[in-house]
């Protein structure tokens, strides 16, 4: 929305993974100032603290023990950065009558129980109402939509929601069907994008679906939405666009920058059996310092593993007086292959400050599984763009 120039404020989020609470402060409200808490005890903050449902793997929830064994800097960062973007926590506990009037709300709920992977773990459920899984967590929308109605409550005119593109399978498809009945029983109109990173400048072969929802009163704005959508449709522009074809600036393989270098042999690995697999099956995104493939495979929540986003070979061994073969890529190259500003990376590592026996805010592996759940930013922003088209068509 910053980066369009738009006229907008965030009046509330809802998250309750504490690296991404920490990180989406940083990034969008900058570096905080805990003057307010210093005079907070260990068990005030916990008190403030375990209002919320919160967890540090986006999994499981996180106890009260786990709590109390956390330094204090690091509590008071995480009310800091709930307090500053009004988080109000696990959207299982949000009612419609906690939310702040607001025009647009966006939504993306885990895709494990959608995706192909997920099959290997025996979920099964997909987006079912009653697979009382983590994707089943669209529902809670449908249940916060409708408690709008019952309070007499304006609806938000336009809904955005990203997800996998598994969400238009067979398997998933039915239920996915109800999901848009339900929002145009309401009024909406959907019109649904399944869009690859390529098609908006940024070089990862990414593709995941959205659906933008837009509020329409009486049948002549509904068809003028319509209209828009036939006119505008991202999906076949992006089929008609070029692709971005260089990993120039996103692959930091200047070594002489001394960031760049530390964080190139964090992400090199010891070269093991299995690692030896990793580096035969891969892209190779580059070798010494020369870019060799054009765009990387999709950003993971984990970078190594088999497969993987790409790796970066070593020839003649950059970096370290061993023979480690390849790195992985870093924390930045996966935060640049999103489509986040450099600048963003960096105030990440600003504020990334030590929190008890060595650990920070933010672990380099914590860092991967942020990009790896993210958006790519130039297609919000074109997203976006239809939001504000919209809104100015149908006032």
């Not at 260990?42 to 449902?53: G, P, V």
């Not at 190139?264 to 093991?272: D, G, L, R, V, W």
């Not at 930045?332 to 105030?347: I, Q």
């Not at 026996?357 to 922003?381: C, F, H, Q, T, Y």
Request: a neutral charge.
């Amino acid at each position: 929305m910053k980066n369009i120039k738009a006229d907008f404020r965030t009046v509330a989020t809802s998250e309750w993974e504490i690296g991404a609470i920490y990180a989406y402060d940083i990034i969008h409200n900058g570096s905080q100032d805990l003057t307010p808490y210093r005079h907070h005890t260990k068990e005030s903050l916990i008190k403030q603290l375990s209002r919320f449902t919160l967890s540090n793997d986006g999994k499981r929830p996180m106890t009260l023990n786990a709590m109390r064994c956390m330094p204090m800097e690091q509590l008071k960062r995480i009310l800091a950065a709930l307090n500053r973007s009004n988080n109000l926590g696990d959207i299982t506990g949000i009612r419609a009558s906690d939310l702040p009037d607001s025009d647009i709300l966006t939504y993306s709920f885990p895709c494990q129980d959608l995706s192909i992977a997920g099959y290997w773990h025996h979920n099964t459920g997909g987006i079912d109402p009653d697979a009382d899984n983590r994707s089943s967590l669209l529902w809670q929308i449908s249940r916060i939509l409708g408690e709008y109605q019952e309070i007499q409550r304006d609806l938000p005119r336009f809904l955005l929601m990203e997800n996998v593109s598994e969400i238009l399978s067979k398997k998933n498809m039915g239920n996915f069907r109800k999901w848009c009945d339900v929002l145009e029983g309401m009024g909406y109109v959907n019109q649904v994008y399944t869009l690859d990173a390529r098609g908006f400048g940024v070089p990862q072969m990414r593709v995941r679906t959205y659906m933008l929802s837009v509020l329409a009163e009486n049948f002549s704005e509904k068809e003028k939405v319509r209209k828009y959508f036939d006119e505008n449709n991202l999906q076949e522009k992006q089929e008609g666009a070029t692709f971005r074809t260089s990993l120039d600036g996103y692959l930091k393989l200047d070594y002489s920058n001394r960031d760049y270098r530390e964080e190139a042999i964090c992400s090199t690995p010891n070269y093991t059996v299995s690692r030896e697999k990793i580096y035969n099956d891969n892209l190779k995104l580059a070798e010494d310092g020369r870019i060799l493939e054009n765009c990387a495979r999709t950003v993971t929540t984990k970078q190594d593993r088999n497969p993987n986003s790409g790796i970066v070979a070593y020839r003649n061994d950059q970096l370290t007086s061993w023979n480690h073969h390849y790195r992985n890529l870093t924390p930045r190259e996966c935060f640049l292959l999103m489509g986040f500003d450099e600048e963003d990376f960096n105030a990440l590592k600003r504020n990334n400050f030590s929190v008890g026996r060595g650990g920070r805010m933010l672990s380099d592996a914590k860092l991967i599984r942020l990009a790896g759940n993210s958006i790519v930013v130039p297609v919000l922003e074109a997203l976006f763009r239809q939001v504000e088209d919209l809104n100015e068509l149908i006032g």
